[in-house]
């Protein structure tokens, strides 16, 4: 598979990869099956390229830090829904919104978001439900573009946050998205990692 462009950063002890894929990308089959049927479990077709897209980009980013890919690794689904590897030589994090995934590695848990930020446009109730007082002050003093891009900045750091506890039920008012780190993302996305 070939991405359109891929980026690789190193952000708060963990290695990040963020790609965009075609957005006429032919899945293929991938290993372990499991995997492989959880891609095609998905009755929507952008998601299931998403899925695929994104395990390629875990296959990539596997190889180019130890040599051995994901199709060469037994990897298994927690009841959270979280993806491990057996044995872990890595912790990671998977992430995947419109035609752009992320994968994040590092030797400690870690979270890796990506969001589109069309999908934050006129969503002001959801600032209402994701954020604590001081980060709703901020995003009522500001307007247009920059709310949009706040509230979903918001959202992905709270969401890598979440994924790096290994927690089951996310209330992202629960989390305070300052410490995470902002990612330089494709143009029309943003995205976070957290790494203890």
């Known amino acids: 598979m070939t991405f359109l462009s891929v980026n690789n950063v190193e952000a708060g002890g963990a290695e990040v990869w963020l790609a965009q894929f075609d957005p006429a990308l032919t899945v293929r089959a991938v290993q372990p099956a499991l995997r492989n049927d959880y891609i095609l479990a998905a009755t929507d077709p952008l998601l299931r390229r998403q899925r695929y897209a994104v395990w390629r980009l875990l296959d990539v980013a596997l190889a180019a830090k130890s040599g051995k890919g994901a199709d060469e690794r037994q990897f298994r689904r927690l009841p959270s829904g979280k993806w491990v590897c057996d044995p872990s030589e890595w912790y990671f994090s998977l992430s995947h919104s419109g035609n752009v995934v992320a994968v994040a590695l590092c030797d400690v848990p870690v979270g890796v978001d990506v969001q589109r930020l069309e999908d934050f446009v006129g969503r002001d109730e959801l600032a209402r ?10 995003f009522d003093t500001l307007a247009g573009d920059s709310r949009v891009r706040y509230l979903a900045e918001m959202w992905a750091a709270k969401e890598s946050l979440f994924k790096q506890s290994g927690g089951e039920v996310f209330v992202p008012s629960d989390w305070q998205g300052s410490s995470a780190l902002t990612l330089s993302a494709p143009n029309g996305y943003v995205a976070a990692v957290a790494a203890k």
């Open 129 to 138: 439900r994701i954020l604590d007082s001081d980060e709703r002050a901020r």
